[in-house]
């Protein structure tokens, strides 16, 4: 089993920037894909970003994409969204979650999520 807790959540002004962390615990963080999904008031959740067990790879929702960089660090154990040029629309309660299967961003790819965070983007 994996323990994810994630932080480094809150809130932000349109424009500005937070980078949020996952550290995992338990099995050997490497064995796992790493994705990162956010649920906004009254809608489902949808996958951000997910990168492979090495880092060498990572893809993004369109929505995201050239704003948000995900990355990994295998030795700290732990994951990060950097977010960039944050929206109104980017307001969520955002999860880290541990899969086995790269390049799939259903929620049922992963096995394993933490409590979640909360970002608010203010206009």
């Known amino acids: 089993q994996v323990q994810l807790v994630e932080s480094g959540g809150g809130w932000v002004q349109t424009g500005g920037s937070l980078r949020l962390s996952c550290a995992a615990s338990?099995?050997?963080?490497?064995?796992?894909?790493m994705g990162w999904f956010r649920r906004a008031p009254g809608k489902e959740r949808e996958f951000v970003a997910a990168?492979?067990?090495?880092?060498?790879?990572?893809y993004y929702a369109d929505s995201v994409k050239g704003r948000f960089t995900i990355s990994r660090d295998n030795a700290k154990n732990t994951v990060y969204l950097q977010m960039y040029s944050l929206k109104p629309e980017d307001t969520a309660v955002y999860y880290c979650?541990?899969?086995?299967?790269?390049?799939?961003?259903?929620?049922?790819?992963?096995?394993?999520w933490g409590q979640g965070t909360q970002v608010t983007v203010s206009s």
């Open positions: 990168i492979n067990r090495s880092g060498s790879s990572t």
């Open positions: 979650a541990a899969g086995s299967t790269y390049y799939d961003a259903r929620t049922t790819a992963y096995n394993y």
């Open positions: 338990g099995r050997p963080f490497s064995a796992y894909v």
